[in-house]
């Protein structure tokens, strides 16, 4: 049994005394390992983590699935609280990420380097493509783009040491669970697209991806680009949908009505067992 444990995400869920803010982080407990991914905005998350009872110093993994603040600075917290694992980050991990917005730039990174990772790490590696994690438990990386309404917003930038490029997330991390026959995704904040993501994972692993939890981003997404992407998912054999963070509420209505799909809201505090 895989148990999936939302440690902090936008929303208050039925347990009161947790917090919820910006953000996202997961623990997943599978083939005896506790795997991180992802570590919310801030403290909150640790706070959270005591009043779940999980012991986050016990983390064997800990994945970002980016480095924006919402999902890797969490970790400054989590460090300094002894938090210690082997831990994956994708390549570009520590490039200066902005976001352009009115006239100006705001930095939307991680908030530490190299060497406070490393400090704070018994290792770090650098995914390229595809790790195993675990027996059941893999990280993918570097997707192709082959969704034509999937673009990366223009806003979303990095500094490369002499000028702002758009930021087309090639580090972008995705857990993958294999449940036998097929395959759960969960995802940190899809900035390569959804289904970009999907596709490759389900090309690489030759196997079908039937459950997809985490962020989706499509809460900017048009009507249009939700009903194609929602249509593309269903097509794909997607029966099991857990949207939260960046994923907005228009497109988790749209899924809880949906007759094909069977919806879980991930909120803060919510358990999945696989
Ligand atoms: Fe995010």
Same mark, same amino acid.
């Given at each position: 049994?895989?148990?999936?444990?939302?440690?902090?995400?936008?929303?208050?869920?039925? =347990?009161?005394?947790?917090?919820?803010?910006?953000?996202?982080?997961?623990?997943?407990?599978?083939?005896?390992?506790?795997?991180?991914?992802?570590?919310?905005?801030?403290?909150?998350?640790?706070? =959270?983590?005591?009043?779940?009872?999980?012991?986050? =110093?016990?983390?064997?993994?800990?994945?970002?699935?980016?480095?924006?603040?919402?999902?890797?600075?969490?970790?400054?917290?989590?460090?300094?609280?002894?938090?210690?694992?082997?831990?994956?980050?994708?390549?570009?991990?520590?490039?200066?990420?902005?976001?352009?917005?009115?006239?100006?730039?705001?930095?939307?990174?991680?908030?530490?380097?190299?060497?406070?990772?490393?400090?704070?790490?018994?290792?770090?590696?650098?995914?390229?493509?595809?790790?195993?994690?675990?027996?059941?438990?893999?990280?993918?990386?570097?997707?192709?783009?082959?969704?034509?309404?999937?673009?990366?917003?223009?806003?979303?930038?990095?500094?490369?040491?002499?000028?702002?490029?758009?930021?087309?997330?090639?580090?972008?991390?995705?857990?993958?669970?294999?449940?036998?026959?097929?395959?759960?995704?969960?995802?940190?904040?899809?900035?390569?697209?959804?289904? =970009?993501?999907?596709?490759?994972?389900?090309?690489?692993?030759?196997?079908?991806?039937?459950?997809?939890?985490?962020?989706?981003?499509?809460?900017?997404?048009?009507?249009?680009?939700?009903?194609?992407?929602?249509?593309?998912?269903?097509?794909?054999?997607?029966?099991?949908?857990?949207?939260?963070?960046?994923?907005?509420?228009?497109?988790?209505?749209?899924?809880?009505?949906?007759?094909?799909?069977?919806?879980?809201?991930?909120?803060?505090?919510?358990?999945?067992?696989?």
């Amino acid at each position: 049994m895989i148990r999936i444990i939302t440690l902090m995400e936008n929303r208050a869920g039925g =347990n009161k005394g947790l917090i919820a803010e910006h953000g996202l982080s997961f623990l997943i407990e599978a083939d005896g390992k506790k795997i991180l991914f992802d570590c919310g905005a801030g403290e909150n998350t640790w706070k =959270n983590s005591r009043k779940l009872n999980v012991d986050m =110093n016990s983390a064997d993994i800990l994945a970002f699935s980016h480095s924006h603040y919402d999902h890797a600075a969490g970790f400054l917290t989590l460090a300094e609280k002894g938090l210690c694992a082997d831990t994956y980050i994708g390549e570009g991990f520590f490039e200066e990420k902005y976001a352009y917005r009115e006239g100006g730039y705001t930095y939307l990174g991680c908030g530490f380097g190299e060497t406070f990772l490393k400090e704070h790490s018994r290792s770090v590696t650098v995914n390229k493509r595809s790790i195993v994690l675990t027996e059941h438990c893999t990280l993918e990386t570097g997707f192709p783009r082959t969704c034509s309404f999937e673009q990366v917003p223009s806003r979303f930038v990095k500094w490369d040491g002499k000028e702002m490029c758009r930021d087309l997330f090639e580090d972008e991390q995705c857990l993958v669970i294999d449940l036998g026959q097929e395959l759960a995704v969960i995802a940190g904040c899809s900035h390569p697209g959804i289904l =970009n993501m999907l596709k490759e994972i389900s090309r690489r692993q030759k196997k079908q991806v039937t459950v997809v939890l985490g962020g989706t981003h499509l809460a900017e997404a048009e009507e249009e680009r939700m009903e194609q992407t929602i249509g593309e998912m269903k097509r794909m054999g997607i029966r099991k949908i857990g949207m939260n963070h960046c994923s907005g509420t228009a497109a988790e209505e749209r899924i809880s009505r949906d007759p094909d799909i069977s919806y879980i809201r991930l909120s803060v505090g919510s358990c999945i067992f696989l």
